[in-house]
Each structure stands twice: as C-alpha cells, then as structure tokens.
C-alpha cells in the first residue's frame, strides 16, 4: 500500500494523504500503532511554511531541497528560484520557462517548457543544459520522473485545443497565469515582487502519455514504450516510481494519475496505450492507494 504522511503542528502527529491528490484519507479509527505496519518511503515532497506565521510560501508550484538545508522551487512564473535563508533568490542566467524540478543523486534537474532538461550547482547557483531537447512532437505538459536509478521525461497528452490555452499564460496586466483555481499572489525574492496571478480554466482530460529517456549512445532523448516491472505515479506535488512486484495488485509497466479537479484514479498501460479507471480492475489493484487499516 502507498499513501503520503504529513507531519502534524504538534509533536509526534501526522495526517495520512492520498498519494494523488494530497486529500485527507478518510478513516474510521482515531490512532493507529505504527509498530503493527512496514513503512517504507518511496519519495519525499516538500510544502514551504513561514516560521513566524506557520503560512505556506504561495506562488510555488514545486519545491524541492537538496542536501539538508538548500531549498529550491519553481514559481507559477516559471523561474527557479533558492531560499537564501532569508529572501528567495533567482538563479542567474535561467532562460526560458521551468515546469518541473527535481534532485536525483545528490544533483538538481529542472527541465523547462521546451523540454530542455538543465543541471543547477547547489555551490556556484548557476545553471547549465543538459543534453538535447524533445522534439517538437511531444505535448509539452511535461514532467521529471526517476525510475530505477535513470532520469526520465514524462509527457501527458491531453484533449485537442488544451495545448494552445495553456500557452495563452499572460494576463492583460502581464501576469502570469497558471492551471489551477487559486488567487494572486506575489513571490518576494532579490529581484522584486513578482505577480502570480492563477485563475481557474477548463480541466483537461487526459488521453494518454510518451515516455523518453536518454540514449548515451545517439547523445539525445528517445521514447521508450516500456518500464520493465516499473510503474510511475503521477502525483500532486512530487512524481515517482514503484517497483510492481512489491506492491500488491501494482500493475507493472503503468502511469497512475488522476486529472485535475477528479478523485478517480486512472491508470495507463504503455504496452497498448489504455486507460481504465481503477473501479475497472479487480479490488486488489485498490491496495496500492487504500491502507488496509482504513
């Protein structure tokens, strides 16, 4: 079974999430014992809070932390920015607009909305390219994903037309414009104060995925149609692999998501490139996102 643990305000609590979309597990017990289940984490993802006000740093779409203390996000405005340990602070000589960051190996990755992928020194703060970029074919709602050790680019494919409104991201008063119903909000960092403005849009569905990888040999990016006994999931604010064979009822060689504003949970199989919804596999596939002890 797999399902996010927050850490709760007081000491020694914690809130059980749905690894997809971050809400609430429903339960009919107050407590439970720890010692009677096998936790094993998977991934870590992280959620900015003001020491002072105990309030979370709006206007970032992902954060990361690298190392013990090195905090870095992406803003709704596409910049990548670090927590100098008291004002944000931009990375110099960033071009372009950032769409995911992620830090595998001890090494930070942010890829860009071009499917760039670019390397950040956590020392000099300076950033560099990785490698080639997609080709112009992929759908551009991109995404980075470790799975087995290896850097892969996930593209979702979404409904005709989606594409060109996302692209629409300024507004008449040149904010930027996200996805996601939230109000305006302004990141304060060494440049100035940067508008966020995210308004709500038109949910897309989603109706299928690519997969690349690196080939060290051609020296660029190549779609792959198969991830072994591996299966991604597509979450709300940090993206992962499983290995198929130690969760039970996982089905190997998938994509698990949820679009935006559903709580059902999808999966897509690379082999034939469908899509089903959970209710549509036997209740085993359930145990890998309901706790038994629900």
């Known amino acids: 079974?797999?399902?996010?643990?927050?850490?709760?305000?007081?000491?020694?609590?914690?809130?059980?999430?749905?690894?997809l979309s971050r809400l609430p597990l429903v339960h009919w017990c107050q407590s439970f014992d720890l010692f009677k289940f096998t936790l094993t984490e998977i991934r870590q993802g992280f959620l900015v809070h003001y020491s002072r006000s105990n309030k979370g740093a709006f206007g970032f779409k992902k954060l990361v932390l690298a190392g013990r203390d090195r905090v870095f996000g992406i803003g709704f405005d596409g910049k990548v920015r670090y927590w100098n340990g008291e004002i944000w602070t931009r990375i110099k000589d960033q071009?372009?607009?950032?769409?995911?960051?992620?830090v595998l190996k001890g090494l930070i990755y942010a890829l860009d909305s071009q499917g760039i992928v670019w390397w950040i020194s956590s020392y000099s703060l300076s950033i560099f390219r990785y490698g080639t970029s997609l080709t112009n074919e992929c759908g551009r709602d991109?995404?980075?994903?470790?799975?087995?050790?290896e850097l892969y680019i996930v593209d979702r494919l979404l409904e005709d037309n989606v594409l060109k409104r996302k692209a629409d991201s300024l507004d008449d008063d040149n904010a930027y414009v996200g996805v996601i119903p939230r109000i305006t909000k302004v990141i304060h960092d060494d440049v100035g104060n940067e508008k966020c403005k995210v308004v709500e849009r038109e949910c897309p569905k989603t109706v299928g995925f690519k997969v690349y990888k690196v080939d060290e040999e051609l020296g660029k990016w190549v779609e792959v149609k198969s991830l072994g006994d591996s299966a991604v999931v597509m979450a709300t604010d940090t993206f992962f692999s499983v290995l198929a064979r130690?969760?039970?009822?996982?089905?190997?060689?998938?994509?698990?998501f949820i679009d935006e504003k559903e709580v059902e949970v999808k999966v897509f199989r690379l082999d034939d490139g469908s899509i089903a919804s959970m209710f549509g596999f036997e209740r085993s596939c359930f145990q890998l996102f309901v706790p038994s002890f629900l």
């Open 142 to 149: 991109l995404s980075l994903v470790e799975c087995c050790g």
């Open 1 to 19: 079974m797999a399902y996010k643990i927050r850490r709760g305000h007081q000491l020694g609590t914690i809130h059980l999430l749905h690894p």
């Open 95 to 102: 071009i372009g607009e950032f769409v995911d960051i992620m």
């Open 246 to 256: 130690e969760y039970y009822g996982c089905v190997p060689n998938s994509i698990y």
